[in-house]
């Protein structure tokens, strides 16, 4: 299988305007092979998305993108359990499950499942593969060791294995909103504050060390994961789909030089320097080698 | 009416017969390894302990439920698996498992074995819960901390399988078994190693007059003097998200919804937990007798006593987290 380039959701409440720019400038620029749209964070965020998502659809589809929608991380409400049904009901597009509930309603339909879906180990994916999987994205917090084995099952099975290698790490989801309570409001009333961040809000220790990202209900890491130098490795591993999580910075540039590591034209070590350089954040790669997250292993360069 | 059935935490033998005595109506309890979520060092059964603490639970018509909700390593299913095999050869009442290809095992090896769905694996709505109902024939599901009361009762109103909420104890204001923040800090997680902000990573450091704690190098808080230093549990540390110190993610409180018993009855909900397997035998018993107290009055109709448990909870605090709207 041919290894393709993954544009993640935008994670982050960006303007609905920006947000279509971002789209069209991604399908018209960015060397990406699958696009994965919808709001997976905030179902109080999506309204204002909807009116320009058929435009943002067609352009990535002419632009010769594969396109998937993602479903909600989670769904507890009732107005949450009704945008997951209305999006599931769409059967024009595949779908990216990031709850188990949205796999439920998928049940005989090919799709894909999204990183919120804890898949650990092998007998995990043979079960989800038996009920159509296409595809699998892994936790962010997966070893190397962990990855090899799901990468080589994923062959067996016929379905491709994707890994985050690019943007902040998703850590953790909530029914509380941290940034409505950072400002003292509530979910209810929260003014939608997460707009004024949109790389998420900093989150830093009382020694005013950077640590923490804050979107809404989730919380993120502060680096980004920046796995370029890993590709060649993960390649070797039988991992096929590489997933670049959008943030505030030049993703146009990211998407290109991961194709070109992709494509054998650059090497990962290189790339993985210039993007520590340009990146707002330091690169990370810890949880791959088994580390605490929230560092660059030794042994790579860690850019900035 | 069916009265709530109060399930217990059990760290060890001795906690395990302090919680029977106490009137525990199930006590839950892990193995001593990484397949369960409160894998702490000193604490959890052998496999011969658990042989003897279904004796004596069973002895006293009390059932025994065994946590194996951490996500099995991959290329090393075998100690999840074993773990599964020897909780139903030792006749436990029930297994608790979060892992969908564990619970896939289970169904499967041990077609008789009560398979009960952890927190772990966050299924808070009806179509999750349906699938592993449908998919493994989980039969009970331990809810998320994430839904408000009414939302329970209309969940219950559109599943067929018991539903298990927690009542006191710990909270996370995270989803659990979605949560990675203590492996970014320290590269142990819950999901994989079983244990949150582990204290192998923990140091206390001196800092003028203050102390902070620490977790994996990061400062997680900064006491004063004339404050009480608390553990560095990631998401109830101090951190900045301006300029002035807040707990952003939650304060060091606990979990106590017993004021609730009415609308959680209503609501339908089977089962009532307590957390805290990696608390002593004295914490067990005081807890879990308080309340047995409070589930008899309220079965009976009376009105469920005020009691004292202020001094068994975090920080001194309470709170109903989740299940009232405005926690959100």
């Known amino acids: 299988m041919k290894p393709r380039l993954t544009l993640g959701p935008v994670l982050f409440n960006w303007p609905a305007d920006r947000w279509r720019d971002f789209y069209f400038r991604m399908a018209d620029e960015a060397p990406v092979d699958t696009v994965i749209v919808g709001e997976v964070v905030c179902f109080k965020r999506a309204p204002f998305f909807a009116p320009v998502m058929d435009e943002v659809i067609a352009r990535l589809a002419s632009a010769g993108k594969e396109v998937w929608l993602a479903s909600p991380i989670l769904v507890g409400s009732d107005r949450e359990r009704s945008a997951m049904r209305d999006l599931v009901s769409c059967d024009l597009l595949p779908i990216e499950a990031n709850d188990m509930g949205a796999l439920s309603l998928l049940d005989g339909r090919r799709h894909a499942v999204g990183p919120f879906i804890n898949c650990y180990n092998e007998a995990t994916l043979a079960w989800l593969a038996g009920r159509g999987a296409m595809s699998v994205s892994l936790p962010a917090e997966l070893p190397a060791a962990s990855v090899a084995v799901l990468a080589k099952a994923g062959v067996e099975l016929g379905l491709s294995i994707e890994v985050q290698v690019y943007g902040r790490a998703p850590l953790a989801i909530s029914a509380r909103c941290y940034h409505a309570r950072a400002h003292g409001l509530h979910k209810d009333g929260c003014q939608f504050v997460c707009g004024n961040d949109p790389d998420g809000m900093p989150v830093k220790t009382l020694d005013g060390q950077s640590f923490l990202t804050v979107n809404g209900t989730q919380t993120l890491s502060h680096g980004y994961l920046g796995l370029a130098a890993e590709m060649d490795r993960l390649l070797a591993m039988g991992v096929t789909r590489f997933r670049l999580s959008p943030q505030d910075t030049d993703m146009v540039a990211v998407a290109t030089a991961f194709r070109a590591v992709l494509d054998g034209e650059r090497d990962g070590r290189e790339v993985v320097a210039e993007l520590g350089r340009s990146s707002p954040a330091p690169l990370e790669n810890g949880f791959f080698h088994n580390m605490a997250g929230a560092t660059y292993a030794a042994g790579h360069s860690p850019g900035a | ?328």
């Open chain 2, 1 to 328: 009416m069916q009265p709530f059935e109060l399930i217990c935490p059990a760290g060890n033998p001795a906690a395990l017969r302090a919680a029977v005595d106490a009137g525990a109506d199930a006590v839950y309890l892990g193995f001593r390894d990484e397949t369960n979520a409160r894998n702490f060092p000193g604490l959890n059964f052998s496999r011969d302990d658990l042989a003897e603490a279904v004796g004596y639970a069973h002895a006293r018509k009390v059932q025994v439920f065994v946590a194996i909700n951490t996500y099995p390593q991959a290329g090393n299913l075998g100690p999840w698996q074993r773990a599964v095999d020897d909780a139903a050869r030792l006749k436990a009442d029930a297994v608790i498992l979060a892992d969908i290809g564990l619970l896939a095992y289970a169904a499967r090896r041990h077609p008789d074995l009560r398979l009960h769905l952890s927190v772990q694996a966050s299924a808070a709505n009806a179509e999750a819960i349906r699938l592993y109902r449908d998919a493994f024939g989980v039969r009970r599901v331990v809810l998320p901390r994430v839904l408000t009361v009414p939302e329970i009762a209309r969940l219950n109103a559109e599943i067929d399988i018991e539903t298990e909420v927690f009542v006191f104890g710990g909270l996370c204001p995270m989803a659990e078994g979605r949560c990675s923040l203590s492996s970014y800090a320290t590269g142990q997680s819950p999901n994989r190693q079983g244990v949150c902000s582990p204290a192998s990573h923990v140091r206390y450091e001196p800092r003028g007059k203050a102390l902070a704690s620490t977790l994996g190098g990061f400062t997680i808080n900064l006491f004063g003097e004339d404050e009480q230093a608390g553990y560095p549990t990631l998401c109830k540390g101090r951190f900045l998200s301006g300029d002035t110190p807040a707990y952003l993610f939650e304060e060091p409180t606990s979990l106590n919804a017993m004021e609730l018993l009415p609308e959680l009855k209503a609501a339908k909900v089977c089962a009532l937990k307590i957390e805290g397997r990696q608390r002593g035998k004295a914490y067990i018993a005081a807890v879990v007798a308080a309340y047995r107290k409070a589930l008899d009055a309220f079965a009976k109709g009376q009105a469920v006593p005020k009691l004292d448990l202020d001094a068994m909870v975090e920080g001194g605090t309470q709170t109903t987290g989740a299940y009232k709207r405005a926690w959100r």
